[in-house]
């Protein structure tokens, strides 16, 4: 099993930056590409960023795209999403996820949380008008 904690979540004014981090630990060796997905009050859980396992490809929501980054460090078994230009609607419990495929290489696969074998429990991230 892999096991996904989240951090780095806060409430943050509108324009401003947060950066989420998820360490893994456990049997990482079997995690490939990682995502970070949110899930709005009273929304469904949305795709945010996906990076696959070598980091080389990188894949965004076009609500976000130019906003945030998504990057990890293979080393610290940690994946990191850098929030910038934050907005009220970007307020939402953000969660991160890995999978053990190493066959995902598109958007439309990094995307979908079926895809996705763990799941972290999810930090909460509220922007202010």
């Known amino acids: 099993q892999v096991q996904l904690v989240e951090s780095g979540g806060g409430l943050v004014q509108a324009g401003g930056s947060l950066r989420l981090s998820c360490v893994a630990s456990g049997r990482t060796f079997s995690m490939s590409g990682m995502g970070w997905f949110r899930q709005p009050p009273e929304k469904e859980r949305e795709f945010v960023a996906a990076?696959?396992?070598?980091?080389?490809?990188?894949y965004y929501a076009d609500s976000v795209k130019g906003r945030f980054t998504i990057s990890r460090d293979n080393a610290k078994n940690t994946v990191y999403l850098q929030m910038n230009s934050l907005k009220p609607e970007d307020t939402a419990v953000y969660y991160c996820a890995a999978t053990r495929s190493t066959y995902y290489s598109s958007s439309s696969s990094y995307s979908k949380p079926v895809n996705y074998n763990y799941w972290g429990q999810g930090t909460q991230v509220t922007v202010s008008l």
């Open positions: 990076i696959s396992w070598s980091g080389s490809s990188t």
